[in-house]
């Protein structure tokens, strides 16, 4: 979604991180404000349960997919723990970095709110299993509020 020079922009704004097998990266809970782009390696999404069933894996994201922008566009907590499955590098971008890219790819904030709400509505999907629930949102009504949040937040 992003041009070689904003790609660069973006990279040049964010920090390289390195993980091994098994050490967590976020953790359910936690209140950051950053997201985090798999350069290589892979991690694993998982919800912590209270209960002594075990964790639910919801994702296992490898290069070029990402993970914590909810926490980053709209600074709810952590909604899971991702842990590095082997040796991994991550990018990690926080608002500062950004808010620049924002402002001249506004399509990627309407990119990022729809993933948002895709993870959301499968996390909500599989808590109402659990609960029995039969009503939520909708994808598109998902995405369009968290579109008008990451605006507000990002004064777009």
């Known amino acids: 979604m992003l041009s070689d020079d904003q790609r660069r922009a973006l990279a040049a704004r964010s920090s390289i991180r390195l993980y091994v097998d098994g050490e967590a990266i976020v953790k ?3 209140q950051s404000a950053e997201m985090f782009v798999v350069e290589s390696g892979e991690v694993v999404v998982a919800m912590e349960r209270s209960t002594p069933l ?3 894996v919801v994702a296992r994201l490898g290069a070029g997919q990402f ?8 600074g ?3 909604n899971a723990t991702v842990r590095a499955v082997g040796p991994c590098t991550l990018l ?3 608002d500062r970095a950004l ?3 924002l402002e001249k790819a506004p399509n990627l904030a ?3 709110s729809r993933v948002i709400a895709e993870r959301h509505a499968a996390l909500a999907d599989q808590e109402a299993v659990a609960s029995e629930q039969t009503e ?3 994808v598109d009504e998902r995405s369009s509020q968290l579109l008008g949040r990451i605006r507000k937040f990002f004064s777009l």
């Open 110 to 112: 309407e990119h990022i």
């Open 136 to 138: 939520r949102p909708s």
């Open 28 to 30: 359910q809970g936690e």
């Open 92 to 94: 990690g971008i926080d």
């Open 67 to 74: 993970f914590g922008e909810m926490a980053l566009m709209t």
């Open 76 to 78: 709810e907590a952590r």
């Open 54 to 56: 075990k964790d639910i």
């Open 99 to 101: 808010r620049g890219v």
